[in-house]
């Protein structure tokens, strides 16, 4: 009786914190469906269904060529976090010396700084160098921001779950480090790398506080900074501030939805057993 109790309310707990989650969404599609002038209810389904703000949100907006600056941004920004953090990562979670406690400890210490702090200094150098309103600034500060997180996370994830047993079988069938590496563990990673994926990809994508101050030109605008300005000149007609939000939240829901099974493996293993 009494695990049945546990259980019960398990579940009532679980669909409460399902629906908080579920209610925005179910508003954010309603409003997006609802034609313009229909001020009922927010709970309410449209009267008539209309796909016609999806069509005006996309061009009024700009959101195609925005769309394409952000994932260019987070493709590459994904990438090279992968590719860079695995690198690194390898040797820190293999090879237990002393300088290598002092990069984790100093990788770690860094995630702990929030990077708002170096905006004003950061601002300058991009100045300086030349590289304002350029994709290119918004890839490397962005690697530079998920980097140690993504360290932290390979190289825990290597320690407690890939056995050094199969990098030995390796080495005595005369693979070098690197071949080890790219040809054992990495195929092996693929938890921890979808981890990253979401949350780094989640991250880079939303990103505003960067990007409103790096891509101001419309050539380099992200998705964030098109859609801001598009909200302030439609506070008025939610259907369209809708249908350009549902748009825009779109890759990034697919993106969990294939990746989901990996997620909280990838997450637990590298996060709390490392």
Request: hydrophobic residues 60%; charged residues 10%; proline residues 4%.
């Amino acid at each position: 009786m009494i695990k049945n109790k546990k259980k019960g309310l398990l579940t009532i707990l679980a669909l409460i914190v399902a629906a908080i989650h579920v209610i925005p969404f179910y508003i954010l599609i309603t409003t997006s469906l609802k034609v313009r002038g229909d001020f009922s209810s927010r709970w309410a389904l449209p009267e008539y269904f209309t796909l016609e703000n999806f069509g005006i949100a996309w061009q009024e907006a700009n959101l195609g060529p925005a769309f394409i600056n952000s994932f260019i941004i987070t493709f590459v920004a994904a990438v090279l976090l992968i590719f860079v953090g695995s690198l690194a990562a390898y040797p820190l979670a293999r090879r237990n010396t002393k300088l290598n406690k002092a990069a984790m400890m100093f990788f770690i210490a860094i995630m702990v700084v929030p990077p708002l702090t170096a905006l004003v200094p950061l601002y300058q150098l991009v100045v300086d160098i030349g590289m304002l309103n350029t994709r290119t600034i918004a890839i490397l500060n962005n690697v530079a921001a998920f980097l140690p997180l993504t360290i932290f996370l390979y190289s825990g994830f290597i320690r407690s779950t890939i056995p050094k047993e199969l990098e030995e079988a390796a080495k005595i069938d005369g693979a070098s480090t690197i071949g080890i590496f790219f040809r054992v563990v990495f195929p092996l990673l693929k938890p921890v790398t979808a981890s990253v994926l979401i949350i780094a990809c989640v991250f880079i994508w939303n990103d505003y506080q960067f990007a409103i101050f790096f891509l101001q030109s419309s050539e380099v605008q992200t998705l964030t900074v098109a859609m801001a300005s598009f909200f302030g000149e439609n506070q008025n007609n939610l259907g369209l501030v809708a249908a350009a939000a549902f748009l825009a939240m779109i890759p990034m829901a697919i993106l969990f939805l294939f990746l989901q099974k990996y997620f909280i493996a990838g997450l637990s293993s590298g996060a709390v057993k490392g």
